[in-house]
Nanobody
Framework: QVQLVESGGGLVQAGGSLRLSCAAS????????MGWYRQAPGKQREVVAV??????KYADSVKGRFTVSGDNAKNTVYLQMSSLKAEDTAVYFC?????????WGQGTQVTVSS
């Protein structure tokens, strides 16, 4: 079982930046994919960014503003968020995909005030 712990959420003004971290209990290099989803109140969970050993993909709504990266030495995946908008307000969840299945973190709240 992979344990994922997110951190870095909080309250920020529109136009500001935050960096989310996702610390994994195992080697992130062994994961098929990792990334971030988010869920706003009353909405379905949606993918934000995905990182694999060969690619990074983003939702259209965050392209050019968010960057996903990984640090194998620290077994941590990051989501750097810039030019934040009120509509980015949501709970952000880290996930990891391996042979066993999909694993989720507990989520971290990001609130952007306009």
């Amino acid at each position: 079982q992979v344990q994922l712990v997110e951190s870095g959420g909080g309250l920020v003004q529109a136009g500001g930046s935050l960096r989310l971290s996702c610390a994994a209990s195992g080697s992130i290099g062994s994961m098929a994919a990792m990334g971030w989803y988010r869920q706003a109140p009353g909405k379905q969970r949606e993918v934000v960014a995905v990182i694999t050993s060969t690619s990074r993909k983003y939702a259209d709504s965050v392209k050019g503003r968010f960057t996903v990266s990984g640090d194998n030495a620290k077994n941590t995946v990051y989501l750097q968020m810039s030019s934040l908008k009120a509509e980015d307000t949501a709970v952000y969840f880290c996930y990891a995909l391996n042979r066993v299945g999909t694993h989720w973190g507990q989520g971290t709240q990001v609130t952007v005030s306009s």
